[in-house]
T-cell receptor, first 112, second 112 residues
Framework: AQSVTQPDIHITVSEGASLELRCNYS??????LFWYVQSPGQGLQLLLK??????LVQGIKGFEAEFKRSQSSFNLRKPSVHWSDAAEYFC??????????FGRGTSLIVHP | EAQVTQNPRYLITVTGKKLTVTCSQN?????MSWYRQDPGLGLRQIYY???????DKGDVPEGYKVSRKEKRNFPLILESPSPNQTSLYFC???????????FGPGTRLTVL
C-alpha cells in the first residue's frame, strides 16, 4: 500500500541543538508531501508542503524539509530547536488526487 | 474566519448507544475526511469524501458511517459504539486532494 513511514517514535534533543525528523514514502507516482505539528492538546497545523519544483522547502517556525527521490525521503529539519518545539510531528502524503494519509507520528522531547 | 468545527468536543457514552459527531467547514472545500488518533498509532483515516454524495473508506472504516449530503457538512456516525472506538477524532477539509488540510479541534470520545 502507498504510505508514509516515520521510523522514530520519540526523538530527544537539547534546546539549541539541530533536529532532523525522518519520513519515508512509498508512492509510485510523484508524491505530494506534508509535515504537520500537533502541540499538546491542540489540533494539527501545517508546517510545510511539497508538490513539485524546488526540493528544499521552507516552512513556518524555522523548519525546512528536503525531498529526496533517490532515498524516498522527506525529512524535516531545524537548525536550532526551542523548548516550544516540543510536540508531535506528522508526515503525510499521497500519490494521486486522494486525500493524504499520515505516518504514526514522532514525539519530540526538548531538554533544557 | 475560515475554520473547521466539530461537535461535541468531548463525549462520554456507553456501548451500543448510537452517536453522531458533526463536522462543518466554511471554506467551500470539496474534500473532507475523518481521522482517529490513538497513542502509538498516529493518525488513521476512517472515511473521506471527494464531493457531495461521494464517500470512500479509509484505513479503518469498520464500525463507522459517514454521509455527505451538503458540501459543508460531513458527520461521523457510530451506530453501535464499542470501547475500542474510544479515541480522539479529527475532521479535516481541503480544497482538493493535494492541498493543505485544515483540521478541526478534535473530539475526544470515551465509550464505556
Amino acid at each position: 500500500a502507498q504510505s508514509v513511514t516515520q521510523p522514530d517514535i520519540h526523538i530527544t534533543v537539547s534546546e539549541g541543538a539541530s533536529l532532523e525528523l525522518r519520513c519515508n514514502y512509498s508512492y509510485g507516482a510523484t508524491p505530494y508531501l506534508f509535515w504537520y505539528v500537533q502541540s499538546p492538546g491542540q489540533g494539527l497545523q501545517l508546517l510545510l508542503k511539497y508538490f513539485s519544483g524546488d526540493t528544499l522547502v521552507q516552512g513556518i517556525k524555522g523548519f525546512e524539509a528536503e525531498f529526496k527521490r533517490s532515498q524516498s525521503s522527506f525529512n524535516l529539519r531545524k537548525p536550532s530547536v526551542h523548548w516550544s518545539d516540543a510536540a508531535e510531528y506528522f508526515c503525510g502524503g499521497g500519490g494521486g488526487s486522494y486525500i493524504p494519509t499520515f505516518g504514526r507520528g514522532t514525539s519530540l522531547i526538548v531538554h533544557p | 474566519e475560515a475554520q473547521v468545527t466539530q461537535n461535541p468536543r468531548y463525549l462520554i457514552t456507553v456501548t451500543g448507544k448510537k452517536l453522531t459527531v458533526t463536522c462543518s467547514q466554511n471554506m467551500n472545500h470539496e474534500y473532507m475526511s475523518w481521522y482517529r488518533q490513538d497513542p502509538g498509532l498516529g493518525l488513521r483515516q476512517i472515511y473521506y469524501s471527494m464531493n457531495v454524495e461521494v464517500t470512500d473508506k479509509g484505513d479503518v472504516p469498520e464500525g463507522y458511517k459517514v454521509s455527505r449530503k451538503e458540501k459543508r457538512n460531513f458527520p461521523l456516525i457510530l451506530e453501535s459504539p464499542s470501547p475500542n472506538q474510544t479515541s480522539l477524532y479529527f475532521c479535516a477539509s481541503s480544497l482538493s486532494g493535494v492541498d493543505e488540510q485544515f483540521f478541526g479541534p478534535g473530539t475526544r470520545l470515551t465509550v464505556l
